[in-house]
């Protein structure tokens, strides 16, 4: 299988193409040769080869606001492209807790009936930056500080990265109905759940909650979608891929 990967170089996207390297065959747009928020540029990868799929990583916290003012016209033109080239298939992933560009993106795929947008609420794993991802943050201040401290605590629904790939590889290989799919475990979590699974690893970990008595809004996501499309993908139990995180970390 021949993948086009546009977008954005994220954590989520090297974790991706180191995975499946020897799996697909994958050319990556080169944003900094061209500008691909104009059509022709877009038009001409499409028609110097054929690819069997399409899967764009949306921008994220790891990029400035400047470095990403083209992406929505970047988006359309990969979308009017892969409909001009007969692309069956073309994914996006975004991250709801860090995408620059909020709903645009997946409103933009429901209005032109054109792919499938898996849309996480929260990542964490190896890879990911601490400073703008709050989940790794708290595994860094407790392996280097041996500390956790949450202001408010928050329910939310995190998938450990290496379950994003998998479910991504996984999508590409099956045929499940376009649409945008939120990606959230059965049970959601909680900051402090979180935390918890940290120390049971670490073991003297001290975790502080500032503020017990209003917790902040919850970051969750509805997974009876993505069950129904793939009802044997199982994510990894909390505890364990926290384990296996804090392990592969330095």
Do not use: H, W
């Amino acid at each position: 299988m021949k993948l086009l990967l546009a977008g954005f170089e994220t954590a989520f996207s090297k974790a991706f193409v180191k995975e499946n390297k020897k799996k697909f065959e994958m050319i990556a747009l080169d944003l900094k040769k061209e500008d691909f928020s104009q059509f022709m540029p877009m038009r001409a990868v499409f028609e110097s080869m054929q690819f069997d799929a399409v899967v764009y990583f949306a921008a994220s916290g790891e990029f400035d606001s400047n470095a990403c003012l083209g992406e929505v016209n970047l988006f359309k033109n990969l979308q009017y492209a892969s409909i001009m080239f007969g692309i069956k298939k073309m994914i996006t992933c975004l991250d709801k807790t860090e995408s620059l560009f909020g709903q645009l993106i997946p409103d933009l795929v429901e209005k032109d009936k054109i792919g499938t947008v898996l849309q996480f609420y929260g990542l964490y794993g190896t890879g990911l930056n601490a400073k703008i991802n709050p989940l790794q943050r708290l595994m860094s201040n407790a392996k280097k500080k041996g500390e956790i401290i949450i202001k408010k605590d928050r329910e939310i629904s995190a998938v450990c990265l290496s379950d994003a790939v998998k479910l991504l590889t996984t999508v590409l290989q099956k045929d499940i109905e376009q649409g945008v799919y939120d990606i959230a475990p059965a049970k959601s979590t909680t900051l402090v759940e979180f935390a918890k699974a940290i120390k049971k690893v670490l073991g003297s970990t001290k975790i502080t909650l500032e503020e017990k008595e209003e917790n902040d809004a919850p970051i969750v996501g509805d997974s009876t979608q993505i069950s129904i499309a793939l009802p044997k993908f199982k994510f990894t139990v909390q505890n364990t891929a926290v384990a296996k995180v804090l392990m592969e970390m330095r």
